[in-house]
């Protein structure tokens, strides 16, 4: 008999850096226990982890931290990494990129004066997420298989889709519609089964 391996992902409830890897275990039809701390359990937790940060894997006993590590590990296992080590290449540009989209939003995240929340997220849409959009509409198109990478499904497409369906449903909701072949990717991964049934009975949480 082989021996399943047993997981656990521990995060905060929320979306944030865990739900990619959510994502990863939700299409390979994989369970895990989806362990989401409180706010006050993690002063006593963090001095456990290995860089002091969630989201954390553990895998029967073995301890994983960092989200694309943790993202490469489980895609690479369920068949989500690409055919060949060009693909895999690929997923991680495309993974690199959104990161670093993702770092630019920090300090509208951080910014806690509101008036200055506001500057800040119109200068973001105009200068960071409308160029990304662009260029990702254009790697998608240019990749013509309806997937960022390759001709299947790959951890990169689950990555993407998080953030745009995130973007398009409650960030800047309806904003794909500038963007139609992003807006049909977003509507084809929500319609994936395994995807889908996930996105439905997922805890609702703001971000
Ligand atoms: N590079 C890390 C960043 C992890 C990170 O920033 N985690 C945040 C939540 S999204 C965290 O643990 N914050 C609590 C803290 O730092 O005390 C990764 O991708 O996993």
């Known amino acids: 008999m082989p021996i399943i391996p047993q997981y656990t992902l521990t995060y905060f409830n929320l979306m944030g850096r ?16 989806d362990h989401r701390i409180e706010r006050s359990e993690w002063p006593a937790l963090k001095e456990k982890m290995p860089f002091s940060q969630l989201p954390v894997l553990e895998m029967d006993g073995k301890v ?12 690479r296992m369920f068949g989500l990494d690409g055919k060949d080590d060009w693909e895999s290449a690929k997923i991680d540009e495309c993974v690199m990129g959104l990161e670093d989209l993702l770092q630019k939003m920090v300090p509208w995240f951080r910014e806690t004066d509101e008036v200055k929340k506001i500057e800040i997220f119109k200068k973001l849409v105009s200068d960071e997420i409308n160029p990304f959009l662009e260029r990702y ?28 369906h995130f973007m398009n449903t409650k960030l800047l909701p309806g904003h794909l519609k500038n963007y139609s072949r992003l807006n049909e990717f977003v509507d084809k991964i929500a319609a994936l089964p395994n995807i889908k049934a996930w996105l439905e009975t997922r805890p609702k949480t703001d971000h």
């Open 64 to 75: 994983l931290a960092q989200s694309h590590a943790i993202e490469k590990f489980l895609a």
């Open 137 to 164: 509409q254009k790697f998608l198109v240019d990749n013509g298989s309806g997937y960022f990478v390759g001709t299947d499904l790959t951890y990169a497409d689950l990555s993407l889709f998080n953030t745009l």
């Open 18 to 33: 865990a739900e990619p890897i959510r994502l990863i275990f939700a299409q390979a039809r994989v369970n895990y226990k």
